[in-house]
């Protein structure tokens, strides 16, 4: 009995036709193993690693509009929210109807100071917050509280909205911090995705030339400040569509206001009491409170899905291996930079005029002269105005760096110099073109400010390891500033104009100064960021791999034998190269793994 020929051919066995298959290529034992194993006939490397790092800057761009986008979101969902609230809990029908005597101005007023008063300890506990979660997580977190805000105004209480509310003021400073070394690393990585080859003829450890970013961060700040400066018009879009049509008009509302603009005293002093002609539906505030939460809840996904890791894991590792101690005293030590020093100044005033924009701008001069039902105009056009703006930001590709940034100041210098000597008459709309057209330069101003100090602070500070602490003190300092407008706010209008300009020139003469010393060649004092010490025993931490080695350490590693790093590396050097005397450490004898100590053995050393 024949046996039935097999269902598939044996490997390395003659086919029916000898030892060459269908197409002419020999088969069994004498077959060429390139033809097995050998790669692809068509493949092209170098046009598979150009798509490959062309799907890497895409991966960037999408990780910036992405932030932009739940950035802005966010901001807009707070502020529109919390101006709708104090609108409506400043009605003093609204109060007594609703909510009886729970005493809603004193909960508002906590919540402010909640807000206000806890981002003052934040430089205590932001870069430890950072390296703990990391840059991504600290920003999906910082987000989420935004949330947790929204929601409790599902139910107006002391219990909910003040504690929510400190919450809030502790994560405000990590998140924009966080946001800012965000949009930094994003720009610094599409330079090498860029430029690999350079940095494939250079080495994985050569850190590029300084400033090379500097182009791609003009372009990720620039269009970062644009969707942030619209969420001050998304904020509007509550009292455009909803609350202005329970607003009385200004002829009710002003009718005891007399002083205006530069004659003013506090804020909107004589502002009637009652704002509301009907007041709204508790179902109709449900339904714009949960759009308001949808939206946040959309800015919590596009950070957590769209958003990619600002480092790598192995990065993340080293940045928070340098010991906790130290990453809680180095935002202190920074300050030993005199770069720094001199951009204090310009910090105070970046978060003074954001709020003078939205209070004195928008209040003293716009709400006490033309009324309440046109404040979401003027800030829709100071909103337009900057993120249109932003974009001139990108001057300084072809300008000096310091060209965008005065340039806003001295708009901010004009603009609030023309600010002192005008006082607008209560209900008079002859003079609204000038209110828009102020709240428009404003906005450019801002948008300048804004763009040119974030990037300056980039291209400053490239290290990688320095970031989080550089931006948390930007922010931090911003916070002190918006904390000291929030004590100041009775004062008379001509006193917080002496003070913006004052701060405001200070601001640019300290900038100048810094800009010189730079171009004398005065070195700055930059504490030293300690070396990574890891507890454990992995296959990353390489003497060769060391990702948080700063130029320095990587200039005395090289002249100190060639392949040391960090500072230990000198002293390796200075030993000879031969047997050390003496017994051998205890240390260079490990233990034996778990698998050798099953097998009885004692590891290597047993033969």
């Known amino acids: 009995m024949e046996a039935e020929p097999p269902l598939y051919p044996v490997a390395g066995a003659a086919g029916p036709q000898g030892d060459e298959d269908r197409l002419g290529a020999p088969d069994g034992p004498e077959a060429p193993l390139d033809e097995l194993v050998g790669a692809y006939p068509n493949y092209n490397e170098e046009e598979e690693e150009r798509r490959y790092y062309r799907r890497k800057r895409l991966g960037v761009v999408k990780n910036v509009l992405a932030a932009s986008a739940g950035g802005m979101l966010t901001y807009g969902v707070y502020l529109g929210l919390l101006q709708m609230q104090l609108i409506?809990?400043?009605?003093?029908?609204?109060?007594?109807?609703?909510?009886?005597?729970?005493?809603?101005?004193?909960?508002?007023?906590?919540?402010?100071?909640?807000?206000?008063?806890m981002p003052i300890a934040a430089l205590l506990y932001t870069p430890v917050l950072i390296r703990f979660f990391g840059t991504k997580w600290m920003m999906f977190l910082g987000v989420g509280i935004y949330a947790l805000f929204v929601s409790t105004n599902y139910w107006e209480r002391y219990y909910t909205l003040v504690p929510s509310a400190v919450a809030l003021g502790m994560a405000i400073v990590p998140l924009w911090a966080s946001m800012g070394n965000y949009i930094t690393r994003m720009a610094q990585k599409y330079y090498e995705y860029t430029h690999y080859k350079e940095r494939d003829e250079q080495g994985p450890q050569q850190r590029p030339p300084r400033g090379s970013h500097a182009p791609y961060l003009?372009?990720?700040?620039?269009?970062f400040y644009s969707f942030f400066?619209?969420?001050?018009?998304?904020?509007?879009?509550?009292?455009i569509y909803f609350l202005n049509h329970y607003l009385y008009d200004l002829n009710h509302t002003l009718y005891d206001v007399h002083n205006c603009g530069t004659n003013s005293q506090g804020i909107l002093s004589g502002f009637n009491k009652t704002v509301l002609r009907t007041l709204p539906r508790s179902r109709n505030l449900i339904v714009v409170e949960s759009v308001l939460m949808a939206m946040a809840f959309l800015a919590m996904l596009l950070v957590l899905g769209l958003c990619g890791a600002a480092y790598r894991p192995t990065e993340e590792i080293d940045l928070r291996s340098v010991g906790w101690g130290n990453i809680f005293q180095l935002p202190f030590k920074h300050v030993r930079d005199f770069r720094l020093r001199h951009l204090v100044p310009f910090f105070i005033y970046s978060g003074f005029e954001v709020l003078f924009a939205c209070t004195g701008l928008a209040l003293c001069y716009g709400v006490c002269s033309v009324g309440l039902e046109r404040l979401p105009y003027l800030l829709v056009a100071y909103s337009l105005g900057a993120s249109a703006s932003s974009v001139l930001g990108l001057l300084g590709l072809w300008l000096p760096r310091q060209a965008p940034l005065l340039s806003g100041a001295a708009l901010h210098l004009l603009l609030t110099l023309g600010l002192f000597f005008w006082a607008p008459k209560p209900r008079v709309l002859q003079h609204m073109w000038i209110l828009y057209v102020a709240a428009v330069l404003w906005g450019v101003g801002s948008a300048l400010n804004k763009t040119g100090l974030s990037t300056l602070l980039g291209i400053l500070y490239e290290d990688k390891e320095r970031q989080d602490f550089i931006f948390t003190i930007y922010h931090w300092w911003q916070a002190v500033a918006i904390f000291v407008v929030y004590l100041g706010s009775g004062l008379p209008m001509k006193a917080k104009l002496a003070v913006l300009l004052l701060t405001l020139s200070v601001a640019a003469v300290s900038y100048l100064?810094?800009?010189?010393?730079?171009?004398?060649?005065?070195?700055?004092?930059?504490?030293?960021?300690?070396?990574p010490q890891?507890?454990?025993?992995?296959?990353?931490?390489?003497?060769?791999?060391?990702s948080d080695e700063s130029d320095a350490e990587g200039e005395r590693g090289a002249g100190g034998g060639g392949g040391g790093r960090g500072d230990g590396a000198e002293e390796e050097a200075a030993q000879p190269a031969g047997p050390r005397p003496g017994p051998e450490p205890a240390a260079c004898c490990r233990r034996p793994c778990p698998y050798e100590q099953a097998q009885g053995g004692d590891g290597p050393e047993e033969q």
Do not use: W
């Open 88 to 117: 409506l809990h400043y009605d003093e029908t609204y109060r007594e109807v609703k909510y009886g005597n729970m005493g809603l101005p004193d909960i508002d007023n906590k919540m402010l100071i909640g807000i206000n008063v």
């Open 218 to 223: 003009l372009v990720f700040q620039a269009i």
């Open 229 to 239: 400066h619209l969420s001050f018009a998304c904020a509007q879009l509550p009292m």
């Open 513 to 531: 100064s810094m800009e010189q010393k730079l171009r004398r060649g005065v070195v700055p004092r930059q504490p030293r960021i300690p070396r």
């Open 534 to 546: 890891h507890k454990v025993r992995g296959y990353r931490y390489l003497e060769e791999e060391n």
